[in-house]
């Protein structure tokens, strides 16, 4: 599976943006995809995952972020509103494989937020 992420830049607090991640390669293997942030000197972090249909959010986005599967395009949306400073990270989009569940991971985003 191959990932190619998009909609990364520069926001103000309280401002939007989408991130998208389209997938190509053996996309019927599929099991969940989704987002992770990592902020410097930070862990990689869940932000939002889709898995057979069930959606499941980081505590800190819950209620301002919104994952969204395009099935017909293979594209994962991640609509991002209420946007803070502390989200600024890069946003790698993530899926899950196969029988053994092997991860593939995208280039990454950068989302920067000012205050």
């Known amino acids: 599976v191959q990932l190619q992420a998009s909609g990364g830049g520069l926001v103000q607090a309280g401002g939007s943006l989408r991130l998208s991640c389209a997938a190509s390669?053996?996309?019927?293997?599929?099991?969940?995809i989704g987002w992770y942030r990592e902020a410097p000197g930070k862990q990689r972090d869940l932000v939002a995952i889709?898995?057979?249909?069930?959606?499941n959010y980081g505590d800190s986005v819950k209620g301002r972020f919104t994952i969204s599967l395009d099935n017909a395009k293979n594209t994962v949306y991640l609509q991002m509103n209420k946007l803070k400073p502390e989200d600024t990270a890069v946003y790698y989009c993530?899926?899950?494989?196969?029988?053994?569940?092997?991860?593939?991971w995208g280039q990454g985003t950068q989302v920067t937020v000012s205050s």
């Open positions: 390669g053996n996309t019927r293997s599929i099991n969940a």
């Open positions: 993530n899926v899950v494989s196969g029988s053994y569940f092997v991860n593939y």
């Open positions: 889709i898995s057979s249909g069930a959606t």
